[in-house]
DNA sequence: TCCATATGTGAAATACATTTCACTTATCTT
DNA sequence: AAGATAAGTGAAATGTATTTCACATATGGA
């Protein structure tokens, strides 16, 4: 059952898509609305949301010409809230890294 | 607090650094044991410990000329708990690879 | 049907993480 | 101190994910 289980962390281990996540916590978005919140190309939206949908952390509705993204809070609320714990309590790398803005990342 | 948490699933995206973990899971144990047992590379395990040291995932305390690793279980039982309960109920992706074997993952 | 809006797709280019390997450091034993 | 064992390190090579961009598809309205 492991064996597969760094597909779920790959899946998430990236910047835009912990943007997207973090958006879709307030409300469900169109890719459209979320390339405008987060002030990225529509396209890499669209690819980062298919992995995402892929592997289950979002679900999608089509609402007339818009395709509504939400987010699996089942899993997602749970999942964040025990990694800000985490992050808190134990991750140096993280907390070395809390005094530089974001920009300073060469990971985009 | 989230901008930086992508940090904490790409530490753990990766098959090698869950194959620590899940021997880790079982009883802590030194780079050496840890090489032999997944049969790869001392230096690999080496570098994969420390970057799951730096991010809180494990602990090492001296024991003689060996170094041994401890998982910490604080945060890795329940995660990987909710992960695998996540992979039964919506993962896709996860579901598509069940049946090949590892060795058809590129990823070592 | 034709146009506009909304989104998906494939593949090359790019960026980044992992692997490899030779070398260094640390600790214990004799 | 010398040798043996255990582990860390740096950097080039490699592998893989992300980004980019031109194009394709889908839906609704005039």
């Not at 609320?77 to 985490?86: A, G, N, Q, R, Y």
């Given at each position: 059952m492991e064996s597969k289980c760094h597909l779920f962390f790959e899946t998430l281990g990236n910047k835009l898509k912990i943007g997207i996540i973090t958006k879709l916590k307030e409300k469900p978005?169109?890719?459209n609305e979320l390339a405008k919140q987060?002030?990225?190309?529509?396209?890499?939206?669209?690819?980062a949301l298919l992995t995402l949908l892929g592997c289950g952390f979002?679900?999608?509705k089509k609402e007339g010409?818009?395709?509504?993204?939400?987010?699996n809070k089942n899993t997602m609320?749970?999942?964040?809230?025990?990694?800000?714990?985490?992050?808190q309590?134990?991750?140096?790398?993280?907390?070395?890294?809390?005094?530089k803005k974001d920009g300073n990342n060469k990971k985009s």
């Open positions: 978005a169109s890719v987060l002030k990225q190309e529509r396209s890499k939206i669209s690819h979002v679900e999608v010409k818009k395709r509504i993204y939400k987010l609320m749970p999942l964040l809230s025990l990694v800000e714990k985490h992050v309590k134990y991750c140096k790398t993280c907390k070395k890294m809390e005094g």
